[in-house]
């Protein structure tokens, strides 16, 4: 209603300049994607990404490369791959690497002619995408279709107690393999389900009711395949409000990492989506605990391997409202804050049981406090 | 009625306050209702004040010091000012001087105040009468400064740690933090012994079914004496976190593992193992 009242409010000119300027952006914005390289890249690695991309493109035409069903065979993931371990002494961040794959996809389509629109990523090992779905249909399709742009060795679709036709969507896919369960299975049980299916070196965790640009999902392979990370999060501390407006789920997140000593975590949670993990921890805590994710990160964290929040990607917008996840003390709150509550049981079992020593500590910090 | 012309007449507490200072011939009451317990280690320059604003919460009332580890005046200073002292030469631990004071009460309502900071008596009655009223457990409603991203710890925890007991309305209040009272029920329910560790105590008071509310909001934060960040805050701070994780483990096994959250219907026999 304000919002309104406002717009009827402003001047005609400054309705013209916000237009005008609103144009500008968008044209801003496909110029941008018409060409990797304008708009200051700074980095010669964005040049040269283009130029090797050029030739793998041209030689690629030359050659009538048989098309190749799946990306991750494709030429254009493979001679990306091969160009950046003979170039690149070490890996880089991800952010130039974003930029150096999309050079390389713009020159290898010019040189060869072609409209390849995937995310090619230099890969040390296999990588593996388990998506849980139920009824979700609508989204179920271009989310796959995001998936199939990386260079993925097999994506695990879980479906259970769907209602529609999710699973014939799944069908058309070819990378997909589709598990089906007619009745629902609960939240995150689908998550041990798929992590068991795959003997991936990285899997990649995703909701089907969710469409991500595989751009913002490629982080999280890198950072476990090529970054050493065994658990690589969402970084949800840059869209959270003050710690007063924070919901209780929140707290129950950030709480849980201050107890494992990971305060720098802020609220990151592998019960958010996307993440990766990589084969060999899920292997090492067991798949059937990834049921429950926090207790899947404390262990993650008590067994020594390393967990960082590697990329941040806005779930809030996406995430579909449902009767059941919207409201104060809605029943997702609930599961949510019951998972930490098993997390921190676990934690207190690994790390605490054994120890009796708090009646010395209180003495020596009453000493310490108040000697005079 | 009494007035001195040229002197402004001063509202009832304040009068009484001066009487009461000018003849320190305060004494604890035999059968008093209210005990309000002190524990103080080497705090000679408060606890006058302290003790001063704690008689007044009640007519009826006991202060009981528990002088522990004091190499200063802190114990005769309070003997002087009528309250009860009990004198420990070592060290009792941090909060471990509630237990102690706890048990040496006969009044029908506990008050714990530290002896660092001087809190009005009008800013420690709500508890009092809270208790009176009916009330089990009378927590202040202070929450810490809270309008940031990134919180104290401890005040992490407090929040955590009711959202866990399925009190996320008692938002950060916690027996962690002075001013509280207690009834004697809610003495016997808790046990003495475990008021050492407050949020044990919080936990136990909240799942024995007692009544607990945040009745009265103190900004303790700024009263609270200013320390040195070497003494000891880093260890206090692992103590009350390890104390919020104990008491949560408590809780865990006096319910179930989720503490009685919901699953929402997982088919956890379907992973196998």
């Known amino acids: 209603m304000t919002g309104k009242k406002v717009k009827t409010g402003t001047s005609a000119r400054t309705r013209r300049r916000r237009v005008g300027r609103a144009r500008k952006q968008a044209v801003f914005k496909t110029k941008r994607r018409a060409s990797a390289i304008q708009g200051g890249s700074g980095s010669p690695w964005i040049r040269q990404a283009l130029q090797a991309g050029w030739r793998a493109g041209n030689a690629a035409r030359d050659a009538e490369a048989e098309t190749k069903l799946l990306f991750v065979e494709s030429h254009l993931q493979s001679t990306f791959s091969e160009w950046i371990y003979a170039t690149m002494k070490s890996m880089p961040e991800y952010s130039?690497?974003?930029?150096?794959?999309?050079?390389?996809?713009?020159?290898?389509?010019?040189?060869?002619?072609?409209?390849?629109?995937?995310?090619?990523?230099?890969?040390?090992?296999?990588?593996?995408?388990?998506?849980c779905a139920s009824s979700e249909e609508d989204s179920l399709d271009p989310m796959l279709a995001e998936l199939e742009r990386l260079p993925l060795k097999h994506i695990i679709l879980v479906l259970n107690g769907s209602r529609d036709n999710s699973y014939s969507h799944a069908r058309s896919h070819p990378?997909?393999?589709?598990?089906?369960?007619?009745?629902?299975?609960?939240?995150?049980v689908g998550r041990s389900i798929g992590a068991r299916l795959t003997d991936a070196d990285t899997v990649l965790f995703c909701d089907g009711d969710m469409v991500i640009a595989a751009e913002e999902l490629a982080p999280f392979i890198y950072a476990v395949d090529g970054g050493g990370c065994d658990a690589a999060l969402n970084d949800l501390s840059g869209y959270l409000p003050l710690f007063e407006h924070q919901d209780e789920v929140t707290h129950c997140k950030s709480y849980l990492n201050l107890a494992l000593g990971r305060s720098d975590l802020g609220a990151s949670s592998l019960t958010a989506v996307p993440h990766?993990?990589?084969?060999?921890?899920?292997?090492d805590i067991g798949a059937s605990q990834l049921t429950v994710p926090p207790k899947a990160q404390a262990l993650a964290i008590l067994h020594g391997y390393r967990v960082e929040a590697v990329h941040a990607v806005d779930v809030f917008k996406g995430n579909r409202k449902r009767a059941g996840n919207t409201g104060k003390r809605n029943a997702v709150a609930e599961l949510i804050i019951g998972d930490h509550a098993e997390a921190l049981g676990e934690l207190w079992r690994q790390r605490y049981a054994f120890r009796s020593d708090t009646g010395a500590k209180r003495k020596e910090v009453a000493s310490r406090r108040n000697a005079v | 009625m009494r007035k001195?012309?040229?002197?402004?007449r001063q509202p009832q507490w304040k009068r009484e306050s001066s009487r009461k200072?000018?003849?320190?011939?305060?004494?604890?009451?035999?059968?008093?209702?209210?005990?309000?317990?002190?524990?103080?280690?080497?705090?000679?320059?408060?606890?006058?004040?302290?003790?001063?604003?704690?008689?007044?919460?009640?007519?009826?009332?006991?202060?009981?010091?528990?002088?522990?580890?004091?190499?200063?005046?802190?114990?005769?200073?309070?003997?002087?000012?009528?309250?009860?002292?009990?004198?420990?030469?070592?060290?009792?631990g941090h909060d471990a001087g509630r237990s102690v004071g706890a048990d040496a009460s006969s009044g029908q309502v506990l008050l714990f105040i530290d002896a660092d900071m001087r809190i009005?008596?009008?800013?420690?009655?709500?508890?009092?009468?809270?208790?009176?009223?009916?009330?089990?457990?009378?927590?202040?409603?202070?929450?810490?400064?809270?309008?940031?991203?990134?919180?104290?710890p401890v005040i992490l925890a407090k929040h955590t740690l009711n959202t866990m007991l399925g009190r996320p309305?008692?938002?950060?209040?916690?027996?962690?933090?002075?001013?509280?009272?207690?009834?004697?029920k809610a003495l016997e329910v808790i046990g003495s012994e475990n008021l050492s560790v407050p949020p044990l105590a919080q936990v136990i008071a909240v799942h024995s079914g007692l009544n607990v509310a945040a009745v009265h909001e103190v900004s303790v934060g700024r009263l609270n004496r200013r320390r040195r960040k070497s003494s000891g805050q880093d260890l206090l701070q692992q103590v009350v976190l390890d104390d919020h994780l104990q008491a949560l483990s408590w809780y865990l096994s006096h319910t179930d593992a989720r503490g009685g959250h919901t699953d929402l219907g997982r088919v956890r026999d379907r992973v196998g193992r």
């Open chain 1, 96 to 131: 130039l690497m974003k930029r150096m794959s999309a050079a390389y996809v713009q020159g290898y389509n010019e040189g060869a002619g072609s409209i390849e629109g995937g995310v090619p990523l230099p890969l040390q090992g296999s990588a593996a995408a388990v998506v």
């Open chain 2, 169 to 184: 309305d008692l938002l950060g209040s916690s027996l962690t933090a002075v001013p509280h009272a207690i009834s004697r």
């Open chain 2, 21 to 92: 200072t000018r003849f320190s011939a305060f004494r604890n009451c035999e059968h008093p209702v209210v005990s309000v317990i002190i524990p103080a280690m080497n705090e000679q320059r408060m606890i006058g004040n302290v003790i001063r604003e704690a008689r007044k919460v009640h007519e009826a009332c006991e202060v009981i010091v528990v002088a522990n580890g004091c190499t200063d005046n802190t114990a005769e200073i309070a003997n002087a000012m009528g309250a009860k002292v009990l004198r420990y030469d070592e060290p009792l």
């Open chain 1, 276 to 283: 990766a993990l990589s084969g060999r921890m899920i292997r």
């Open chain 2, 120 to 152: 009005g008596c009008s800013d420690l009655r709500p508890f009092v009468h809270a208790v009176l009223q009916g009330g089990d457990v009378a927590l202040n409603r202070y929450r810490g400064p809270v309008r940031r991203h990134q919180v104290h």
């Open chain 2, 4 to 8: 001195t012309s040229g002197q402004q």
């Open chain 1, 175 to 188: 990378l997909v393999t589709a598990v089906y369960y007619p009745e629902l299975l609960g939240h995150d």
